[in-house]
Each structure stands twice: as C-alpha cells, then as structure tokens.
C-alpha cells in the first residue's frame, strides 16, 4: 500500500527576479486569453484550407 503525501495548504514558491508573479485570477485570465487566442487561430487556419486538405493531413498524423 502506497501512502499519499500530505496535503498542503499552501505552496511556496520562489520566483525569479525576470519572472512574474501572478495570482490564481490572473493565471485563469491569462489561460483564458492563451484559449481564445488558440480557438481564433485555429479557426482563421481551417479557413484557409479544403476539408480534402485537412482530411490529408489528419492522415499523415
């Protein structure tokens, strides 16, 4: 039987002088705008290419 690690209320964490600190709204906001920023170049990609296109492509994968 494996024991689980205890839980921790808090995690420390040591940044970098060149990094940011952020907060856990921040880093949704900024895993939202990362999601929105993909959905609307994925779409401007599919756009620009036939569905025989992306269909040879999957293929290759």
């Not at 921040?26 to 036939?50: C, G, M, Q």
Request: proline letters at 2%.
């Amino acid at each position: 039987m494996v024991n689980a690690p205890t839980k921790k209320d808090k995690v420390e964490f040591e940044y970098h002088a060149d990094e940011e600190s952020i907060d856990v709204e921040d880093f949704n906001n900024k895993l939202d705008d990362i999601l929105v920023d993909t959905e609307d170049s994925t779409v401007a990609y599919l756009k620009t290419i036939t569905v025989e296109e992306l269909m040879n492509s999957v293929k290759m994968i």
